[in-house]
């Protein structure tokens, strides 16, 4: 690798880290908008135009803050936590491609920051390190309440790697690869997307990766009534800052994830005719990147909807009950995840890759009947 | 027996399939907020925009003049009595020749102070005075003080202006309840 690529290697790597720093940082403000008109509010809208300077004034506050360490906590693993959880959040985000590639002289530099033929495994190595942020900051904080979150969210997140590993399998059969950008290379027509020829996988993936980044209805490890605030009780100031900022960065790396594996990452429709359209006009090189930047452009946009939906259903479902949750994990969504990879291990042999949608079918038919077999709900006439 | 007719009948049954899947309902919650997403506001953007509050609101305290320009007030210490939180003090003066044009009666209020930390706008002094002398205006309220000083205020703050003259009718074409210009915030 000579040294211009790895120029542009590093000046990516660093765009990357930016960019997921600033959306995780506007995600915060996004959150109290998008919260605030999800309930007939107008969300936060004094500092700046429109609020938009809140997330700023919100860090100064965080940094301002007594930073509290309790006597009796274990003092370097408190400092750990945080700092573990932050540091594999923004870990996560370097196999995911966010481009094709671009062009300049002779190179061709793909717009990632490492292409590794083991990216997923990477993600979820990395993302199944990320429980030992909050497992530590919980253990070491020395309290009842922080320790019980912790193991809540150490025992969901585990039950739900499982589930969300397991969807991932069929992804990788139809592929033949764990790299990434294989993945997203795959589905370059439309109707090829994993989200049509995977739809239970889908399902059973975007359900794991809401119970991965602790979001709600899976925000178990915090809850204000029965932990008195979860994992991060006894954490102020910036190693607060650092819990809450890292939920948002898993949230902006899952959305990523998520579009990158199942609608087609930077791919679009009629993308071949709008990058032959251009590489005739533009020439080449400008062509190419131009088309390179409006796949970017529009994988964000996927990314952005993706974020508005983490919200959109927070602030719609209420959280589960803990042995809700459990249930959910391991009697349903490991069963059908393997059910998934059965049927579509099937498809595959007679090269028919919409054959998990037999299981989606089935599935439909059954609760239809079910809801027209249940005893109607009797209307009670009120006794006064 | 029942309070309300809102009560509903608890059940325990079993769910369906249907029902286990939560999809269903998942979907269904999820077309409720999105509706919300895009419903307008009620939200009143409070200091730059402010309800007219209505005839009965007690704001700011005026001390009426007449039609001519003299003071009503007698300093006849009744509002003072019926003040329940101690609000109000003054000194009372006689009125000499040649004040005629200042004072309506040969009594008048030298030294009137309201102190607004105390002040709890029940309206009781305005129902005290025999004079309709004082008055809780319904069109401005009490601006925010940051100064200690600022707190009491005398009868430079209190006696009414003649170029301002404070009338209480409903007017319904006042649509918000203003406070001095230069209490409102820039817009932002």
């Known amino acids: ?384 | 027996m029942s309070l309300t007719n809102r009560s509903k009948q608890v059940s325990n049954k079993e769910m369906t399939l249907a029902e286990k899947m939560y999809l269903p309902a998942v979907a269904q919650g999820l077309a409720i907020t999105i509706k919300h997403f895009f419903k307008k506001k009620p939200t009143i953007q409070y200091p730059e925009v402010k309800r007219y509050l209505g005839p009965v609101y007690r704001g700011h305290h005026v001390l009426k003049r007449d039609e001519q320009g003299r003071e009503r007030c007698t300093a006849c210490g009744l509002c003072a009595v019926a003040c329940p939180a101690e609000a109000i003090s003054m000194v009372a003066a006689e009125r000499k020749k040649g004040e005629e044009t200042l004072y309506r009666e040969e009594k008048y209020a030298a030294v009137y102070e309201i102190n607004m930390l105390r002040c709890i706008f029940c309206g009781l002094c305005e129902e005290a005075c025999p004079k309709q002398a004082v008055y809780l205006r319904h069109d401005r309220m009490v601006p925010v003080f940051v100064e200690r000083d600022e707190v009491i205020y005398g009868k430079d703050r209190l006696v009414e202006k003649m170029d301002d003259r404070y009338v209480r009718i409903a007017n319904s074409e006042v649509k918000a309840t203003p406070t001095e210009p230069s209490l409102t915030r820039a817009a932002t």
Request: aromatic share 14%.
């Open chain 1, 1 to 384: 690798m000579d040294l211009t690529i790895l120029l542009v290697k590093g000046i990516i790597i660093l765009v990357i880290f930016g960019v997921t720093l600033l959306i995780a940082t506007y995600s915060t403000y996004a959150e109290r908008k998008v919260a605030g008109f999800l309930q007939d509010r107008l969300g936060p809208n004094r500092a700046g135009p429109w609020g938009l300077l809140q997330p700023i004034a919100d860090a100064g506050k965080m940094f301002f803050k007594e930073d509290f360490i309790p006597s009796q906590a274990n003092k370097w693993l408190f400092i750990l936590g945080p700092s573990l959880a932050m540091l594999t959040a923004l870990m996560s985000s370097a196999v995911i491609p966010f481009g094709d590639s671009i062009k300049f002289g002779d190179y061709t530099v793909p717009l990632q920051a490492i292409e590794i033929n083991i990216g997923v495994l990477y993600i979820f190595g990395v993302v199944s390190l990320g429980v030992y942020g909050i497992m530590v900051g919980g253990w070491a904080s020395n309290n009842k309440f922080s320790l019980l979150g912790a193991i809540r969210a150490a025992s969901q997140n585990i039950s739900y790697e499982i589930a969300l590993g397991l969807s991932m399998i069929a992804i990788l059969m139809m592929t033949g690869s764990l790299s990434v950008r294989a993945i997203v290379d795959q589905q370059a027509t439309f109707f090829e997307w994993n989200i049509f020829t995977q739809p239970l996988g889908f399902i059973i993936f975007l359900t794991c990766a809401f119970a991965e980044c602790n979001r709600t209805p899976f925000d178990l490890p915090e809850c204000e009534t029965e932990l008195v605030g979860g994992y991060h009780t006894e954490y102020s100031s910036m190693k607060l800052g650092l819990y809450l900022f890292s939920e948002y960065t898993n949230m902006f790396v899952s959305s990523a994830f998520i579009s990158a594996l199942y609608f087609g990452g930077f791919h679009y429709p009629f993308m071949n005719e709008v990058s032959n359209a251009l590489t005739n006009s533009l020439g080449a090189v400008a062509g190419h990147n131009v088309a390179t930047a409006i796949g970017t452009v529009l994988f964000f946009g996927k990314i952005f909807f993706f974020i508005f939906f983490f919200m959109w259903v927070r602030w719609t479902i209420p959280r589960f009950r803990y042995d809700q949750l459990m249930n959910l994990g391991w009697k349903m969504l490991i069963p059908l995840s393997i059910l998934n990879i059965i049927v579509t291990g099937g498809g595959l042999l007679f090269n028919f890759p919409y054959a998990s949608w037999l299981i989606v079918l089935v599935m439909v038919v059954l609760a239809v009947m079910s809801t027209a077999r249940a005893p109607k709900r009797q209307m009670v006439p009120q006794q006064s």
